[in-house]
């Protein structure tokens, strides 16, 4: 298998993976917590969220196939 369909096998297997943008919802959450200024973890937290949503879209997806 040459490595460009490797890589784009990867790529696939994690986009549709729910628990893999829960994870790294969880994560950037955590990371949050380390800021001291508002602004950054607002934007961290926001970020998480985002993640939270690609979760939920890569479940509907898995329940379309």
Do not use: C
Request: charged letters at 40%.
């Amino acid at each position: 298998m040459n490595m460009t369909i490797s890589f784009q096998m990867h790529m696939k297997n994690f986009v549709y993976d729910p628990d893999h943008w829960r994870d790294r919802a969880e994560k950037t959450r955590a990371k949050a917590e380390s800021f001291a200024f508002r602004k950054s973890k607002d934007r961290l937290l926001k970020i998480a969220e985002e993640y939270d949503r690609l979760a939920v879209h890569a479940e509907q997806l898995g329940k379309r196939e």
